[in-house]
C-alpha cells in the first residue's frame, strides 16, 4: 500500500509560481514512477508529468514543458512539481499518482496505469 498527500495548491495570478508537493508513505520501492495528472471543471483528468523514483527520468505533456519541472526528494520520499509562468488554463485539481507495477521502463501517460491516488490540491490561477 501506498498513501500520498499533496500540498502547495492556492490561489495565483497569472505568470506567477507555485510548488506542490506530494508525500509517498508505505513501501516505497527504487523501481516505482510517480505522476502529476489535473483536472479542470467539466473535463477529464489529464497527465501533467511523470519522474521515475530512482534515476530522475521524467517525462512532460507538452502544454507544460519549460515551465513545469518535476522532482523528486528520496530521502524525504517527496515528489515536487514546480510550476513557472501560470496561466489561467493551468487551472484544475492536481493530482499525485504512483505507478507501481511498471516494468517496462516505458513512460506511462492514462489514469488506468495508475495505481494509487493522492486526495488532490487545488490551484487556481487567476488573469
Known amino acids: 500500500q501506498v498513501q500520498l498527500v499533496e500540498s502547495g495548491g492556492g490561489l495565483v495570478q497569472a505568470g506567477g509560481s507555485l510548488r506542490l508537493s506530494c508525500a509517498a508513505s508505505?513501501?516505497?520501492?527504487?523501481?516505482?514512477?510517480m505522476g502529476w495528472f489535473r483536472q479542470a471543471p467539466g473535463k477529464e483528468r489529464e497527465f501533467v508529468a511523470v519522474?521515475?523514483?530512482?534515476?530522475?527520468?521524467?517525462y512532460y505533456v507538452d502544454s507544460v514543458k519549460g515551465r513545469f519541472t518535476i522532482s523528486g526528494d528520496n530521502a524525504k520520499n517527496t515528489v515536487y512539481l514546480q510550476m513557472n509562468s501560470l496561466k489561467p488554463e493551468d487551472t484544475a485539481v492536481y493530482y499525485c499518482?504512483?505507478?507501481?507495477?511498471?516494468?517496462?521502463?516505458?513512460?506511462?501517460?492514462?489514469?488506468?496505469?495508475?495505481?494509487?491516488w493522492g486526495q488532490g490540491t487545488q490551484v487556481t490561477v487567476s488573469s
Open positions: 519522474i521515475k523514483w530512482s534515476g530522475g527520468r521524467t
Open positions: 508505505g513501501r516505497i520501492f527504487s523501481s516505482y514512477w
Open positions: 499518482a504512483a505507478d507501481v507495477n511498471n516494468y517496462s521502463g516505458s513512460v506511462h501517460s492514462t489514469t488506468g496505469e495508475y495505481d494509487y
